[in-house]
């Protein structure tokens, strides 16, 4: 079953040797040809693709397109040559109170790369290690925020320069053993968006690295989670709990729970409720057909955008009434049966006298 198109836009490109360059690729996806219990447990969706650069990845849609940017790295000999490509596309689901992965589509395709004539590269009289490129993965609209990177010299001396796409460019003069840490002061827009950044390394004019990075911008989540639960001690075999939960933005919700008697599973919804809510919603858990018993009602509350999650547990037991009413008397009907007893011995005592 397909379930992605992959799409090329660019089959031939010209390189420089050992260059580091990327194509366009369309992806079309359609999950909604899913079993209904991979659909019913779906979080979220990523294709993933191997070149000889290495394996990349990206987030997708559960319907729709999406252009992503596929790295390659030309061979170093000079010519004509073939790379290929392979992807996966794999899906995150829910399972009891965890996940797990589903590979559920793939295939590859080729491009052609022509390698200009090959340049050997300087002798390495100068050598840097980037040892860090620090940033926030969220930040609040309007907010400032930085973008540091650190780098220390392990040969030679030269000229280092970074270079933030957008922001602007950063240069020092560097000796073995120096240590250099470029720092980007920015203020995030006053809405909620996506910033992707590409941070650049130089040594000596030449590119040393590159890394392209995202940052969220997101307003300030807040949440809380509120469980009613029953007795500790109920005489019903059914009982409702009720689940509380109140966002200060809209975000998905997922609702699990499993339910424990006497320390076995009895029952495990994975997810019980799953939708997008605002403000605050409330759920009933409604627990039938239960046992004389203890109980251990375990709740997850996950928030599917930010990955996170609140646990709340009940416990109770379960005793009928009819039960608890033997308890109270049992002591009183073993002690009329008792003088029943003893009253028939004084009764045969008489009758033989």
């Given at each position: 079953?397909v379930?992605?198109?992959v799409?090329?836009?660019?089959?031939?490109v010209?390189?420089d040797?050992?260059?580091v360059f990327?194509?366009?690729?369309?992806?079309?996806?359609?999950?909604?040809?899913?079993?209904?219990d991979l659909?019913?447990?779906?979080?979220r969706a990523?294709?993933i693709?191997?070149?000889n650069?290495?394996?990349?990845?990206?987030?997708v849609p559960?319907?729709?397109?999406k252009?992503?940017?596929?790295?390659?790295?030309?061979?170093?000999?000079?010519g004509?040559h073939t790379?290929?490509?392979?992807w996966i596309l794999r899906?995150v689901c829910?399972?009891?109170?965890?996940y797990?992965?589903?590979d559920v589509?793939?295939?590859?395709?080729s491009?052609?790369v022509?390698?200009?004539g090959?340049v050997?590269?300087p002798?390495p009289?100068?050598?840097?290690?980037?040892e860090?490129?620090n940033?926030?993965?969220?930040v609040?609209?309007?907010?400032?925020?930085?973008?540091?990177?650190?780098?220390r010299c392990?040969r030679?001396?030269?000229?280092?320069?970074v270079k933030?796409s957008g922001?602007?460019?950063?240069?020092k003069?560097?000796?073995s053993?120096?240590?250099w840490?470029?720092t980007?002061t920015?203020?995030a827009p006053?809405?909620e968006?996506?910033?992707n950044?590409?941070?650049?390394?130089?040594?000596?004019n030449?590119?040393h690295?590159?890394r392209?990075i995202?940052?969220?911008?997101?307003k300030?989540?807040?949440y809380?989670?509120?469980?009613?639960c029953?007795?500790s001690?109920?005489?019903?075999?059914?009982v409702?709990?009720v689940?509380t939960?109140?966002v200060s933005?809209?975000?998905?919700?997922?609702i699990?729970?499993?339910?424990?008697?006497?320390?076995?599973?009895?029952?495990?919804?994975s997810p019980?409720k799953?939708?997008?809510?605002?403000?605050e919603?409330?759920?009933?858990i409604?627990?039938?057909?239960?046992?004389?018993?203890?109980y251990?009602?375990k709740?997850?509350?996950?928030?599917v955008?930010y990955?996170?999650y609140?646990d709340?547990e009940?416990?109770f037991?379960?005793k009928?009434?009819?039960?608890?009413e033997?308890?109270?008397?049992k002591s009183l009907f073993i002690?009329g049966f008792?003088?029943?007893i003893c009253?028939?011995?004084?009764?045969?005592?008489?009758r033989r006298?």
């Open positions: 079953m379930l992605a198109i799409t090329p836009r660019k089959r031939s010209e390189a040797p050992g260059e990327s194509i366009p690729v369309e992806v079309d996806v359609n999950l909604e040809y899913l079993s209904p659909k019913r447990r779906f979080v990523a294709i693709f191997r070149t650069y290495g394996d990349q990845s990206w987030d559960f319907k729709g397109k252009t992503v940017y596929v790295k390659f790295k030309a061979p170093s000999r000079s004509t790379l290929s490509c392979s899906i829910t399972r009891n109170l965890g797990e992965y589903h589509d793939s295939g590859y395709f491009i052609t022509y390698v200009r090959y050997p590269p002798p009289s100068f050598d840097i290690r980037v860090s490129i940033y926030p993965s969220v609040s609209p309007g907010s400032s925020f930085s973008i540091s990177v650190r780098i392990t030679g001396s030269g000229t280092v320069k933030i922001v602007g460019e950063k240069s003069r560097m000796s053993g120096d240590t840490t470029a980007f920015l203020r006053n809405k968006t996506t910033l950044y590409t941070v650049y390394v130089y040594k000596n030449r590119l690295t590159s392209r995202s940052i969220k911008v997101r300030a989540f807040t809380s989670v509120n469980v009613t029953p007795p001690e109920i005489e019903e075999r059914e409702d709990v689940v939960v109140k933005k809209r975000v998905t919700v997922s699990s729970y499993d339910l424990l008697k006497d320390g076995k599973l009895v029952e495990s919804k019980y799953r939708e997008v809510i605002e403000g919603k409330s759920y009933t409604h627990l039938k057909d239960l046992q004389p018993g203890n251990k009602l709740i997850r509350v996950f928030f955008e990955q996170k609140e709340r009940c416990t037991t379960v009928f009434e009819e039960e608890i033997w308890e109270k008397y002690l008792a003088a029943l009253l028939s011995a004084i009764k045969a005592i008489f006298d």
